[in-house]
């Protein structure tokens, strides 16, 4: 049936449809290759060099978004200072070697840059010995034999007219590409080995007190106690002296903190709303609905916005700390701690239980307590498998979906001509202007792949918090694993083969009935076809690299963060909350970096034989994200979870997959040649060598990067010696929801003294009833200044009052609840959380002046393994502890502050240390009338 489409003017539907089903099978024309290419290369150089200068012309004007890290970091974490010249940043990048990287930014970005410096370094070497044999081979070969006069420049470049004995060339420069990836592997390998060492023998690690837990997992019923737990890992190994800790049930608990978390930055936003001018406040109190799960009123119920809000919290607030209350009654849930009275202890302990499973249950090393995903470690071995298989799924179907997409964006948007061919009209434009038209092609395909990419690792992200892993860094290796296969099977399958897959279909379904079906698919020639597949989209490659160099600049610039900041102050209301979070050093996303390099290498390695320029400029790319990623990681960025090096295996384990995947394209193309079985024979020993490869560097390197100790025991009175009751490893490694504290919302002071107003006495809270909401309000109601610290009815209204001049993460860094967060899980600010002898002394004691990590302090108090009382008339169970080492510390006396137990700190810092995770609660202090000016909390 014949028609047309009179808007878009495409061709009759049976034409229509023969074309495009003919371009199905041969989609990538390259008559707008090489336009495409010089517009790529221009407007990536170009966008480079635009996004490197505004960097260097607004760096020294903005520390907040340039140097965030030099701002609030503590001296020991600080780096080097920069002068504020246009170019005063490349001395310090060029000049900080490794070491110093180690203690300013932790392994993990460490071994990030060593794996760039790597990566360049290799792609420098590849570049030299395959442009220099494949590009003269290549043009000699296609001049030869006559299949140069109807391609351009580029596709002279490619092996179509390498024939015969020339082949012998590809063999021998896949032994040399093996050889040249196995010795920077190997040697860094060592290097990565090192530095883990390094991290074991640091004092940030040898005081902490997760190097010396094991976390025990699928425990059976019958052990599910603090002393089951102990007999179970002496089971492996008897060694020391370990205390035992079980986990308890707190179901409920964690949704009940979100729900409040939510409703606090609800209101948060509906004050700073309708507060936004407070000389003029709107005629109509703002309203909402009420929330679907709020059983106090009829859901979807239009209330006033305000008092709903705060009434909520109040309810929920309630709800928690007596869910708190009944924490000491909740069942043990199938896993659990132990801790040892030393490192070597528990790395012994966990290298004997590598084999072993004793009573069917799992003994691991215990990650930081702040990077375990708690709602997965009561998850039991069935229910982590069918979780993982339903991952799985999920990851292939996902993938097998983006296929239609990705092989249409190779037929049309690759190579707009094709396009042309079954859109008349577009045909026109295109033949009016071949030049714009090939710029358009050079940058359209890849910007739009790449922006569809961007949005991969939060879905993979959240798969795997599905899939039951047991830490967030753990859940970051495998995003990683995921999109790395994604990309390799979307772009280096679907995208660079699709058309020899359809050759493949369209011989089966045109086989006649007389004709063999395999005779039908041989007929087709589907390595040569396969071979012309990689050539034809080699070019699309090579413009999708350049862009990458304009993805490095883009990120030094900042762009993005400016832009969202100068955004959402001008045409939003923002909170205080968010404009602090905004003026914070933001996480590190070391998954969605470490597969782009992956991915660019692994495109480099397979399309060398193809398309030999694809080397030099990944070479470009690694060399100038070399030294712009030192810069961000040094400056800009943080890692918020230290695995102190946990990556490098899954990248180790990708580039030799890489190298298999390159020595296999190479394989099917000496086959495509039919040359000789010799070539053949030869390419198959390159598996062997990569395998065994492996083999020696796992044996060589894996258990001295994962173990501390493997057998070299210490004295049991040297390891008695060492235990101290300061480990509170019920408090450190029980679930944080039993003790964190209570958000709080924060208000533009300017608002303070409309407040009263506009609450019109609906709050019910007292002053003797905020313990549980969070260490700043409790703190300032030590404070004189509490008259203004009530409401019409004369009770308190929980508020934190922000100053304009404050709302800034520089007055909030010891803050717990942004200090966790933004701060590596406070290291950053010479606040870590897991210290384990808080009597003892510490690395963690910064003499920056003025800084408020300066004032850090260890308490001198015990804690035992009893149930203790908590805030609230809260009890813990056995290993918990309450919140505040056993008491309240507004409870110490003046006698104890006389003594020295407690350090006032200056009027403007945050009363962080009143955490659970701290090692001693801080008193309060009566600030001083210049801090009470620039600090109030109605």
Not at 291 to 317: F, H, N
Not at 820 to 837: A, M, V, W
Not at 889 to 895: E, G
Request: glycine content about 6%.
């Amino acid at each position: 049936m014949a028609g047309s489409y009179p808007v878009l003017a495409f061709q009759s539907r049976s034409d229509s449809t023969d074309q495009f089903l003919n371009l199905i099978q041969n989609p990538f024309n390259t008559e707008l290759s090489e336009k495409a290419f010089w517009s790529s290369l221009g407007y990536s150089l170009g966008a480079a060099l635009l996004c490197a200068l505004l960097f260097c012309l607004l760096r020294p004007y903005n520390r907040t978004v340039y140097a965030p890290r030099l701002k609030h970091a503590d001296e020991k974490h600080a780096p080097p200072p920069v002068t504020n010249g246009v170019f005063g940043w490349v001395q310090p990048v060029v000049k900080t070697r490794e070491q110093v990287l180690v203690e300013k930014i932790g392994v993990d970005a460490t071994v990030f840059l060593r794996f760039i410096k790597m990566s360049r370094n290799i792609f420098i070497i590849l570049s030299a010995v395959g442009c220099g044999v494949y590009i003269p081979l290549n043009i000699i070969e296609n001049n030869t034999n006559n299949t140069s006069d109807s391609t351009n420049f580029f596709m002279k470049l490619t092996p179509l007219g390498v024939w015969g004995k020339a082949c012998w060339a590809h063999v021998i420069v896949s032994y040399v590409f093996t050889g040249v990836l196995c010795f920077f592997l190997w040697s860094n390998y060592k290097a990565v080995t090192r530095l883990r060492r390094g991290y074991f023998d640091s004092p940030e690690y040898q005081e902490s007190l997760h190097s010396r837990t094991l976390m025990v997992t699928d425990i059976p019923k019958s052990y599910c106690s603090d002393e089951g737990v102990s007999r179970i890992v002496d089971e492996v190994d008897v060694i020391g002296d370990p205390s035992g800790i079980i986990a308890r049930n707190v179901k409920g608990l964690s949704e009940k903190i979100e729900e409040h978390q939510e409703a606090v930055k609800e209101l948060e936003a509906v004050l700073a709303k309708y507060l936004k001018n407070p000389n003029k406040l709107p005629a109509k109190r703002p309203m909402c609905k009420t929330q679907k799960g709020d059983k106090s009123r009829a859901p979807g119920t239009k209330v006033d916005a305000i008092d709903y809000l705060t009434s909520r919290i109040e309810r929920l607030k309630t709800e928690i700390i007596e869910l708190r209350k009944s924490a000491n009654n909740r069942d043990a849930l199938p896993y659990g701690f132990a801790s040892y009275p030393s490192i070597e202890q528990a790395h012994e302990v966990a290298f004997a239980a590598k084999s072993k499973h004793p009573r069917g249950t799992t003994v691991q090393l215990a990650p930081k307590p702040s990077d375990l995903i708690w709602e997965n470690l009561p998850l039991d071995r069935k229910s982590r498998v069918w979780r993982s298989f339903m991952n799985n799924l999920w990851v292939t179907l996902l993938t097998l979906v983006w296929t239609v997409p990705n092989a249409l964006i190779a037929v049309f948007l690759a190579n707009l001509s094709n396009l042309g061919s079954v859109w008349p009209a577009f045909d026109t434009l295109l033949q009016k202007d071949p030049k714009t038209w090939g710029a358009i092609q050079g940058i359209a395909a890849p910007l739009i792949t790449t922006l569809f990419y961007m949005l991969l690792p939060v879905i993979f992200r959240r798969l795997s918090m599905y899939a039951g892993d047991y830490s967030k860094t753990q859940r970051e290796r495998h995003v990683t694993h995921s999109l790395y296969a994604f990309f390799c099977f979307n772009n280096l399958i679907v995208f660079s083969l699709f058309s020899t897959a359809w050759k493949y279909g369209t011989a089966v379904v045109n086989a006649k009935a007389d004709t063999d079906l395999w005779s039908a698919i041989v007929g087709s020639d589907p390595f040569g076809n396969l071979m012309t597949a990689f050539c034809d989209v080699s070019p699309f490659w090579l413009n999708y690299l350049l862009q990458r160099n304009f993805g490095a600049a883009l990120d030094i610039s900042q762009v993005t963060k400016l832009s969202m900041g100068y955004i959402n102050r001008k045409l939003f209301s923002p909170t205080p909350r968010e404009l602090i979070e905004l003026t914070a050093p933001q996480p590190f996303d070391f998954a969605a970096y470490y597969n782009n390099f992956l991915f660019y290498s692994t495109i480099a390695l397979v399309f060398a034989p193809f398309q030999p320029l694809v080397l030099p400029v990944t070479a470009l790319y690694f060399t100038i994200d070399s030294y712009l990623k030192k810069y961000l990681l040094l400056y800009v960025f943080i890692t918020k979870h230290e695995s102190g090096g946990a990556f490098w295996r899954i990248l180790f384990n990708r580039v030799l997959f890489a190298s298999l995947l390159a020595n296999l394209v190479t394989l099917l193309f000496i086959i495509a040649r039919k040359e000789s079985y010799s070539q053949v024979f030869l390419m198959l020993p390159l598996v062997v060598v990569v395998g065994a490869f492996k083999w020696y560097c796992k044996r060589t390197f894996d258990d001295e990067q994962n173990f501390y100790s493997r057998g070299v025991r210490k004295s049991m009175e040297e390891g008695l010696q060492k235990k101290s009751k300061r480990d509170r490893v019920g408090v450190r490694f029980g679930h944080p929801a039993l003790y964190q504290k209570l958000m709080v919302p924060m208000v533009h002071a300017k608002s303070q003294h409309l407040l009263k107003q506009i609450y019109q006495g609906h709050l019910d809270t007292g002053l003797d009833d905020m313990g549980d909401y969070g260490e700043t309000y409790r703190m300032q109601r030590m404070s004189t200044h509490d008259l203004n610290q009530s409401n019409a009815n004369g009770t308190a209204a929980p508020f934190e009052l922000v100053n304009e001049a404050e709302m800034d993460f520089e007055h909030y860094r010891n803050h717990a609840g942004f200090r966790d967060q933004f701060g590596g899980d406070g290291e950053l600010y010479g606040h870590p959380s897991d210290l384990s002898r808080p009597g003892t002394p510490s690395t963690w004691h910064p003499s920056r002046p003025g800084s408020p990590a300066s004032s850090f302090h260890t308490g001198p108090y015990d804690m035992d393994s009893t149930p203790t009382p908590g805030i609230d008339g809260a009890t813990y169970p056995a290993g918990y502890h309450a919140p505040g080492l056993g008491r309240s510390p507004l409870a110490r006396t003046t006698s104890e502050i006389s003594n020295g137990h407690s350090r006032i700190r200056d009027g403007a810092d945050e009363y962080s240390n009143v955490s659970l995770l701290d090692a001693a609660a801080p008193l309060g202090h009566t600030a001083t009338p210049d801090a009470q000016a620039r600090r109030g909390y109605f």
